[in-house]
């Protein structure tokens, strides 16, 4: 029997905080307003810029997923895309190329920052026009030193920009997770982790900010504003214990951080718009 009178009203709390989070979804979506974004397109004159320039990316996966969208956009155009290579620099008819390197490690930002240096510094600096690094999703927890990370980043860019006056850096903002479920937010409040859970997507959207304005919309590639925008231009924004976030449209996700192949070409069309602007800047 006493066990009977513990377990009832456990279950009833249980039930209660369901209950609750089912209902901060719905109050969520209702109460959030939609914010119109224009969605990223790119035209055959900037693609001609793109197989002139010479293009360094450092990245991890949602990279890959990047640039495996480029060579569809090109050919819509009716057009071939440049060179794709890792570590490579072999130049295309037009003399462009997009080089690309796996840097760092996930989940460990600093490194990558530092790996990107080290690339350019090792005698890539001298062979491109535009350069750009972009962080994985799991680089960023809630147990991240936002404002550290990024005067790391912009220190680090800063010490470049003054060495390599020629090239032209473009800053990528963090890409994002899908909003969390209510498994997932049964599972923290009993405790579990929130890889990727609204903290992440918090955590990310602090250092967004600070990308953006540090360095401007002109001179940012703001991939988590792709990613957080539906095909009919409209952009969700949510909140956390009062604090904003974006979360990656479920239309574009294949999984929960990465990216299908619609949401590839998208990304790819905003990659090749930031890198053609980043040339005409030269």
Known sequence: MRRVLWVVPAALLVIVLIAAVMTYDVWKEKSMPVKGEVVATVDVGQLAVVDRTRVFFGHQSVGENILGGVEAVYAQQGLVAPPIEENGTRPGPAGGFISHAYIGANEQPRLKIDDFAQTLRSGLGDRVDVALMKFCFLDISTRTDVDALFAHYRDTIAALQRDYPAIAFVH???????????KNRIKIMFGGSDRYGQGENVARHRYNELLRRQYGEDRVF???????????????EFRYRDQPY???????????GHLNAEGSEIAARAFLQAIANASGRR
């Open 222 to 236: 703001d991939l988590a504003a792709i990613e957080s925008t539906t095909p009919d231009g409209g952009r969700q």
């Open 246 to 256: 974006y979360a990656l449209h479920t239309g574009y996700a294949s999984d929960l």
């Open 172 to 182: 990528v903002t963090v890409p994002l997770t899908t909003d969390s479920g209510i």
